[in-house]
């Protein structure tokens, strides 16, 4: 272990030797899980770059909770840090452990914030001002998530919202899967302590307040920041809050909503002999001329015997990744065309006949449309 904190004093410090045995043994029989348990100590992990993340219990805990604080302690540690791997953690120890006795008290997630950390425990962390016993105002506050006094000359707000479509399609060319995960987003330059509403073309609040139910949404799996009045929601689904300062996420949701594919991909596969055959994609645009596509990519799965791949692109560039098993079709800016743009490549086998066993044959897509 690099680092370890124990909060309660009710575990044995050297029981965080059985986890990486238990890791290895595991993936070696294949079925390694997020919580693993020897004894009466469970382990909840998450692994980030080249760090596994553990925390420990013996107790009923709530498993959500242990997971949501693991990924909001390499959010804070990357904040500090920019990068989180061994190196900057064996670099900054004193910084590690300021963190680890604010971030959690005796169990509990306490401040977890990390622009209000930022205030009190800085890069220098052997400077650390230890003598003044003032805790600050910030983590006592009401509104612990935003400083007191702050001034703009030009108050601004600024958001994003950010929609993935993720979409199922069989061979028939019918939509098995369609849903829109979304995120709102904000850059907030507000002086003060701002109160702020904002309004959504949600179908419960229309069928509230019994107006037109022409072009809502019915939002799904909603979550929050902290700033928002979760009582304020419940009651007539206004979103009031008194915003942090600078970047945050808002809010995020899930749509189920029949969309269609923004690019139709169609595949045809040609078997010459044996040991050759030519596989030919086809993807075409769905979206409207004023939207681009950027970064289009293409995965088209092959057998993995596959060899001496080559390919012909009418747009865009591709390549073989073996490890993978896939042809990678990549389109920086993908035009819309009529015909489509195509794919054309041929395989050849190491094998007299290809090896077809455990072959998925479905063809991910994934892009960025503006």
């Known amino acids: 272990p690099l680092i ?45 770059s080249n760090l596994y993340l553990v925390a420990l219990t013996n107790k009923n805990a709530n498993a959500s909770l242990v997971y949501s604080f693991l990924y909001k302690m390499v959010e804070v540690f990357t904040e500090y840090f920019k990068e989180l791997e061994e190196e900057s953690i064996r670099d900054n120890f004193v910084i590690v452990y300021e963190l680890l006795d604010e971030i959690m008290d005796f169990g509990f997630p306490q401040t977890t914030d990390s622009k209000i950390l930022q205030e009190y425990i800085t890069q220098q962390g052997n400077k650390l001002e230890t003598a003044k016993s003032r805790v600050p105002t910030t983590v006592t506050n009401a509104v612990s998530w935003r400083s007191e006094g702050l001034k703009y000359k030009k108050n601004e707000v600024f958001i994003d919202v950010i929609e993935s479509v993720n979409l199922l399609v069989n061979t028939n060319g019918s939509v098995l899967l369609s849903e829109i995960v979304g995120s709102v987003k904000l850059k907030v330059f507000l002086s003060g302590m701002p109160e702020l509403r904002l309004g959504l073309n949600d179908r419960v609040l229309f069928e509230l307040t019994g107006r037109n139910k022409n072009k809502t949404v019915e939002l799904e799996d909603v979550k929050f920041h902290q700033c928002v009045r979760l009582s304020r929601f419940e009651n007539d689904r206004t979103i009031s809050f008194i915003p942090p300062d600078g970047d945050f996420e808002l809010m995020s949701y899930r749509l189920n909503t029949q969309v269609k594919p923004l690019i139709w991909i169609e595949s045809v596969i040609e078997k010459f002999t044996h040991s050759r055959l030519e596989i030919m994609v086809k993807a075409k645009g769905n979206f409207k001329k004023q939207s681009v596509a950027n970064n289009v990519e293409i995965s088209v799965p092959v057998p993995s015997d596959a060899d001496s791949p080559k390919f012909k692109t009418s747009v865009g560039s591709a390549k073989y990744v073996p490890e993978k098993n896939v042809v990678v079709w990549t389109i920086k800016s993908f035009p819309i065309a009529e015909a489509g743009h195509k794919l054309k490549f041929e395989l050849k086998f190491s094998q007299l006949s290809g090896d077809w066993s455990n072959f998925d044959p479905s063809i991910p897509v994934r892009e960025e449309l503006t």
């Open 4 to 48: 370890c904190r124990n909060y309660k004093g009710d575990l044995d410090m050297t029981e965080i030797d059985h986890f990486m045995p238990l890791v290895v043994q595991r993936e070696e029989e294949g079925n390694l899980t997020p919580l693993l348990v020897h004894g009466k100590i469970h382990f909840l992990w998450i692994k980030h």
